[in-house]
């Protein structure tokens, strides 16, 4: 396992005889096969003893929703590329099952059952397995409407050109925020259904901000966005980190994810740390993840004057 004596993890999360067998296991060293897949299982076990806060349709919660990864899927995938996964899926279950046509589906629901107990929730990047095995549903339904029935020839083939066609314009749209990509069912605001684990705000949209802060000649920011990235090597001007729950004046740049949770950079701030936001609107929408403000001094309210002037939560 390439694990040292000293290093040896406490396993705390597992049950009692398993913990002492993981010990014994880690410290005689035996050869094991597949020792990442043992490390992995070791790992999302200890992740789902050890739940994470989620976000979800607007809602925070620690250890997330049984259906998180249904709701993630069913609004980061095109929706053309769903209904050829339903319709295969109703061709697949009015015929006679064989194993080696059903595999595909029974191997997605396979997937969704074990995430039902996942208290994990941090994007839908865990279950991407799901996606190539939907896309052979929906190829088998693709084949189905080309090859229908000689009286619903003309009609299958005309679905599956439109749906195609609107593949096609929702892959385009999307360009070049893949990343940010919802479909029509998240409604105009995303960030009020996913927000967390690179679904929509990874700060990818850094650069952007860069080049849109020198084009305004901005020597002073208030940037309360999360990302992983060097901030020193952004590009940005002198900025500072808004402190929660007082508003400040000048210009001020925020990511989705900070303004729905309260993560910037590598500090998670309350639920409503940034609210006094909300209401204001934008000079700038930086990519799909950034909001740029400019509040002059006579932009805050008495009571935010108060709050900025105590520097005391409103």
């Given at each position: 396992?390439?694990?040292?004596?000293?290093?040896?993890?406490?396993?705390?999360?597992?049950?009692?005889?398993?913990?002492?067998?993981?010990?014994?296991?880690?410290?005689?060293?035996?050869?094991?096969?597949?020792?990442?897949?043992?490390?992995?299982?070791?790992?999302?076990?200890?992740?789902?003893?050890?739940?994470?806060?989620?976000?979800?349709?607007?809602?925070?919660?620690?250890?997330?929703?049984?259906?998180?990864?249904?709701?993630?899927v069913a609004v980061k995938t095109p929706l053309p590329f769903l209904l050829l996964c339903l319709i295969g899926l109703?061709?697949?279950?009015?015929?006679?099952?064989?194993?080696?046509?059903?595999?595909?589906?029974a191997a997605v629901l396979a997937v969704f059952c074990v995430t039902l107990f996942v208290k994990y929730n941090a994007?839908?990047?865990?279950?991407?397995?799901?996606?190539?095995?939907?896309?052979?549903?929906?190829?088998?339904?693709?084949?189905?409407?080309?090859?229908?029935?000689?009286?619903?020839?003309?009609?299958?083939?005309?679905?599956?050109?439109?749906?195609?066609?609107?593949?096609?314009?929702?892959?385009?749209?999307?360009?070049?925020?893949?990343?940010?990509?919802?479909?029509?069912?998240?409604?105009?605001?995303?960030?009020?259904?996913?927000?967390?684990?690179?679904?929509?705000?990874?700060?990818?949209?850094?650069?952007?901000?860069?080049?849109?802060?020198?084009?305004?000649?901005?020597?002073?920011?208030?940037?309360?966005?999360?990302?992983?990235?060097?901030?020193?090597?952004?590009?940005?001007?002198?900025?500072?980190?808004?402190?929660?729950?007082?508003?400040?004046?000048?210009?001020?740049?925020?990511?989705?994810?900070?303004?729905?949770?309260?993560?910037?950079?590598?500090?998670?701030?309350?639920?409503?740390?940034?609210?006094?936001?909300?209401?204001?609107?934008?000079?700038?929408q930086i990519g799909k993840t950034i909001h740029l403000y400019y509040l002059p001094p006579n932009a805050l309210t008495?009571?935010?004057?108060?709050?900025?002037?105590?520097?005391?939560?409103?």
């Amino acid at each position: 396992m390439q694990l040292s004596p000293e290093s040896v993890p406490s396993f705390q999360h597992f049950p009692g005889p398993a913990r002492k067998i993981a010990r014994t296991l880690v410290l005689r060293d035996p050869w094991l096969p597949a020792p990442a897949l043992l490390k992995g299982l070791a790992s999302a076990w200890a992740l789902n003893k050890t739940p994470s806060l989620a976000y979800l349709l607007g809602k925070e919660k620690n250890g997330g929703w049984w259906y998180f990864f249904l709701v993630a899927v069913a609004v980061k995938t095109p929706l053309p590329f769903l209904l050829l996964c339903l319709i295969g899926l109703c061709v697949l279950l009015s015929r006679p099952l064989r194993w080696t046509t059903v595999a595909p589906a029974a191997a997605v629901l396979a997937v969704f059952c074990v995430t039902l107990f996942v208290k994990y929730n941090a994007g839908v990047r865990h279950v991407m397995v799901v996606f190539p095995l939907l896309a052979v549903v929906a190829g088998y339904a693709c084949s189905f409407l080309w090859q229908s029935p000689r009286r619903w020839h003309p009609w299958g083939r005309s679905a599956l050109l439109v749906l195609l066609l609107w593949q096609c314009i929702s892959s385009l749209n999307a360009h070049p925020d893949y990343i940010a990509y919802f479909n029509e069912l998240a409604g105009p605001d995303p960030s009020r259904v996913l927000v967390t684990g690179c679904d929509l705000d990874c700060g990818q949209d850094l650069f952007r901000l860069s080049r849109a802060l020198h084009e305004r000649n901005t020597s002073q920011l208030n940037l309360a966005v999360w990302s992983s990235a060097d901030m020193s090597r952004m590009n940005l001007p002198v900025f500072q980190t808004p402190p929660p729950f007082q508003p400040v004046t000048g210009w001020v740049a925020i990511s989705l994810r900070s303004l729905r949770m309260g993560d910037v950079l590598h500090t998670t701030y309350p639920p409503g740390a940034f609210a006094w936001l909300d209401g204001r609107k934008p000079v700038e929408q930086i990519g799909k993840t950034i909001h740029l403000y400019y509040l002059p001094p006579n932009a805050l309210t008495g009571t935010e004057k108060a709050g900025l002037d105590s520097g005391q939560p409103r």
